[in-house]
């Protein structure tokens, strides 16, 4: 029997795992900033459900709201690799910051580089990219969720402008936004190929924000209910080309999920790093626990779990790099990363035993971040559609 390689998507010449000097330094500096910035005051901010402004400022003065926009807009220019890596470093400590930063990054800043106008980038993109403006990605309604073709919200064209109505609901950065990209059908009868997206600025009458939703976990990103009643949209504000909207979020979708499997893999390694961390000084049974197999083994499943998610991860950050189709490898790396999140969490918490359960010991606060990386940016049984899909059709 001859084995065709070929037919595996793996380049197994020149495989290099190492990390440049420049990543190398893009990841310190967000570990760095994680670390100093974020870590203080972290617990906090998720009992009180809050993200500061001014650490969003800091943020985007490091680069990281824009870091894969081309500098001509205020971006950063940096490649995916680089975008996982500073999302696993921010995710770590914090996955509300970290959110935060992957809307804006891959749901608002990619959507108008690559599908806006010239017009739209100067406006919205160069302000976006330096942390001056956040943006919110508006596809989920309360009948649309995974369905995401069966949009409510309507979008009429009146000529000159757009009337839109409708409600969208579990948008992240909802209230701290300037800039919503909202999905809405602009013609029932032409299905996925009737949906448009549009820019629609906070403060336009008829734009409501409601109140913020009170969640498991990232508590500290802000996520709400969005109410659309007769507001008008300037034709200028609609995204691409007529009825490309839902195309938009779809690819749009494929590289947020990209963002999003980095930010399960830094919540799992961040679980990891501690309890590695406390099995080694908490004692049971006359020496460290990590030396009970019990533990010890826990340890060794953790590791490689990550390892094979990391793997996942910059194999769809690399496909994105080279200009590849990254839909189903970005599905797959979601996919895994955020099951193994949620698995090593809530194996952080045992290991730790009662010490897990409080607050001041973080590892309960990331299994709850973590159960969040299994939902959005689509469920693990949407990325499983998305994969098998693909090898169907392969
Ligand atoms: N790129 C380009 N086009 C795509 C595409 C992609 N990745 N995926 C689908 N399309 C096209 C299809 O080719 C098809 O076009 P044609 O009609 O011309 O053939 C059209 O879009 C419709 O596609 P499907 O028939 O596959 O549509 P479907 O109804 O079966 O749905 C789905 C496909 C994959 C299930 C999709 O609905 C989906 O991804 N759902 C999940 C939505 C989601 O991720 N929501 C998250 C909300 S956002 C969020 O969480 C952000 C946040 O705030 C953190």
Redesign the pocket.
Known sequence: MVINFTQTNLQLRNMDFSLSEEHIMIRDAARDFAQTELLPGVIERDNKQEFPQALVKKMGALGFMGIMVDPKYGGSGMDTISYVLIMEELSKIDASAS?IV??NNS?VCYGLEAYGTEEQKQKYLTKLATGEFVG??C??EPEA?????SQKTTAIDKGDHYLINGTKN????GGRADVYLVIAQTDKDK???GINTFIVEKGTPGFDIGPKEDKLGIRGSDTHTLQFNDVKIPKENRIGTNGSG??F???T??G?RIG?AAQALGIASGAYELALKYSKVRKAFGTEICNHQAVAFKLADMYTDIEAARMLVMKSAWDKDQGQNY?KSSAMAKLYASKIAMEHTVEAVQIHGGNGFVKDYHVERLMRDAKITQI????SE?QK??IS?SLIKS
């Open positions: 959110v992957s809307v749901l919110a990605f596809l989920s969720g995974s369905d995401a073709t579990w948008i992240t950065n299905g996925s190929h839902f195309r979020a779809m690819k979708l494929s947020g999003i839909d959005y940016e689509g469920t949407i559609i998305v899909r």
